[in-house]
């Protein structure tokens, strides 16, 4: 089972970034997945949530509204669009498996994509 994150970069304030996750070794299609975030000495943050149909999608408050994510079954990929960034989204992206088809508890963790933004 692996997931592998890609995308992150420099981008200064306003701008934009899609993350994407590369899922490989199970069933992609049953799974609900996450994406969450972490700064150096701070604690693991849920940033967005997708069942596996993507019927069900739940966002952390501080991204409502600027960051999208979505999921193509076909493609056993997993994206997190975005929009109106601000320096503190500046964290490491993770993207995560569920346990289940609509399990909040991950059991699978990519290694991360870091994101930073500034001018």
């Known amino acids: 089972v692996q997931l592998v994150e890609s995308g992150g970069g420099l981008v200064p304030p306003g701008g934009s970034l899609r993350l994407s996750c590369a899922a490989s070794?199970?069933?992609?299609?049953?799974?609900?997945m996450s994406w969450y975030r972490q700064a150096p000495g701070k604690e693991r943050e849920s940033v967005a949530f997708?069942?596996?149909?993507?019927?069900?999608?739940d966002y952390a408050d501080s991204v409502k509204g600027r960051f999208t994510i979505t999921r193509d079954n076909a493609k056993n990929t997993l994206y997190l669009q975005m929009n109106s960034l601000k320096p503190e989204d500046t964290d490491e992206y993770y993207c995560?498996?569920?346990?289940?088809?609509?399990?909040?508890?991950?059991?699978?963790w990519g290694k991360g994509t870091l994101v930073a933004v500034s001018s």
């Open positions: 995560a498996k569920s346990y289940g088809a609509t399990s909040r508890d991950m059991d699978v």
């Open positions: 070794g199970f069933q992609f299609r049953l799974y609900a």
């Open positions: 997708i069942s596996r149909t993507g019927g069900i999608e």
